[in-house]
T-cell receptor, first 114, second 109 residues
Framework: DTGVSQNPRHKITKRGQNVTFRCDPISEHNRLYWYRQTLGQGPEFLTYFQNEAQLEKSRLLSDRFSAERPKGSFSTLEIQRTEQGDSAMYLC????????????FGAGTRLSVL | QKEVEQNSGPLSVPEGAIASLNCTYSDRGSQSFFWYRQYSGKSPELIMFIYSNGDKEDGRFTAQLNKASQYVSLLIRDSQPSDSATYLCAVTPGRSMRFGAGTRLTVKP
């Protein structure tokens, strides 16, 4: 069990560029979540997968954001036409099947849009 | 009204004292409640969770839940300087987790 892995750890991009982040959950965790966190705020829910199915997506998520989990293992989060307001820490979490949904977080990808 | 509200602090306590962190939530359908600790620049780390009314103890930490009052708290006994961090309260009204903005705790030696 190596924990939730996220890559890259840091990403600097210019406004208007597309970026993609990867998350590898803890093995055998069938649930995967993406969050965004800005300074001084708690993580904000973006989207949730159970296996390969995207079951919930935040209403706050614009059409520029898309996430996939094609084989029910790793997931990618893509942001198209990045804006300065997208600068944040993007966190991935995974959880096993269970009555209580205990989520374990990766180290995050810090995005800076110039 | 925010879904999860916490006093942002900062909360400062002397070493060895009890730190009390509070959280209220708006969705009465919330079923599970979590406390995460987050050091500056790091990701959230689970401290403990609770889903039944009453108290739950784990070492120096005690979580308290009162669903009727929509209130959850975390007590840290014998606070240590290493406990200095931001404490995030999180609830699960559905499958997704909703976080408060966090309370920043400083434990002074």
């Amino acid at each position: 069990d190596t924990g939730v892995s996220q890559n890259p750890r840091h990403k600097i991009t210019k406004r208007g560029q597309n970026v993609t982040f990867r998350c590898d959950p803890i093995s055998e965790h069938n649930r995967l979540y993406w969050y965004r966190q800005t300074l001084g705020q708690g993580p904000e829910f973006l989207t949730y997968f159970q296996n390969e199915a995207q079951l919930e997506k935040s209403r706050l998520l614009s059409d520029r954001f898309s996430a996939e989990r094609p084989k029910g293992s790793f997931s990618t989060l893509e942001i198209q036409r990045t804006e300065q307001g997208d600068s944040a820490m993007y966190l991935c979490a995974s959880s096993p099947t269970g009555v209580v949904d205990i989520q374990y977080f990766g180290a995050g990808t810090r995005l800076s849009v110039l | 009204q925010k879904e999860v509200e916490q006093n942002s602090g900062p909360l400062s306590v002397p070493e060895g004292a009890i730190a009390s962190l509070n959280c209220t939530y708006s969705d009465r359908g919330s079923q599970s409640f979590f406390w995460y600790r987050q050091y500056s620049g790091k990701s959230p780390e689970l401290i403990m969770f609770i889903y039944s009314n009453g108290d739950k103890e784990d070492g120096r930490f005690t979580a308290q839940l009162n669903k009727a009052s929509q209130y959850v708290s975390l007590l840290i006994r014998d606070s240590q300087p290493s406990d200095s961090a931001t404490y995030l309260c999180a609830v699960t009204p559905g499958r997704s987790m909703r976080f408060g903005a966090g309370t920043r705790l400083t434990v002074k030696p």
